[in-house]
């Protein structure tokens, strides 16, 4: 993807979707803590909240953009002007225990898709859906999924308003303390044909 910026203005704010770039790391890290503390208090275990490590996270996240494990894995950045509001990382599936490979191709999972919500209900979550979903789509990936805290209904409705549905797979993740049961979502690429 070319990384120069695909601005939109939204009343009189420019707004685009990017690559991320090695220097916007700590952004995506805050965006991430905030969200996480704010959006995801009532969802998340709080000893992972309470234990969080922004600065570990900042490095982590400059590691993925500087040198992701595979050229299809991505970070994403929302902007609004010049600030990063949101962002988004993807990269091909792995297979749960027991899962066959889609025989239509291969399928691609958002690993997380968070907007700091001061900047909430302007657009930038669908904005980084629909710029995932169209990479992706791109690189003939023919499904897209991530996985959802079960409690986590606002971002199953956002999900849902853009036509994807649970696919019956769960999971329970081991957070030291509070289990953390997921649920997984997914949608289809493949525009359907005539019959």
Do not use: C, K, N
Request: net charge negative.
């Amino acid at each position: 993807m070319d990384p120069t910026p695909f601005p939109r203005l939204t009343g009189s704010v420019e707004v685009s979707v990017r690559p991320a770039r090695p220097g916007e790391a700590t952004d995506i890290a805050r965006v991430q803590a905030v969200a996480w503390r704010t959006a995801y208090r009532s969802v998340l275990p709080p000893e992972l909240l309470d234990t969080w490590d922004e600065a570990a996270a900042a490095r982590t996240w400059r590691t993925a953009v500087e040198a992701p494990p595979t050229p299809a894995h991505l970070v994403l950045v929302a902007l609004e002007r010049e600030t990063v509001v949101g962002f988004t990382a993807l990269g091909p599936a792995e297979l749960a225990d027991g899962e066959s490979p889609d025989p239509a191709g291969p399928t691609s999972e958002i690993s997380t898709l968070l907007v700091e919500p001061r900047w909430g209900r302007r657009g930038h979550g669908s904005r980084l859906l629909a710029a995932a979903v169209d990479l992706v789509r791109a690189q003939g990936v023919v499904r897209l999924r991530t996985w959802l805290p079960q409690a986590d209904t606002v971002s199953a409705s956002f999900l849902e308003s853009a036509g994807w549905e649970p696919d019956g797979w769960a999971r329970t993740l081991d957070t030291g303390t509070t289990p953390l049961r997921e649920l997984r979502w997914h949608t289809g690429l493949v525009e359907e044909g005539p019959a």
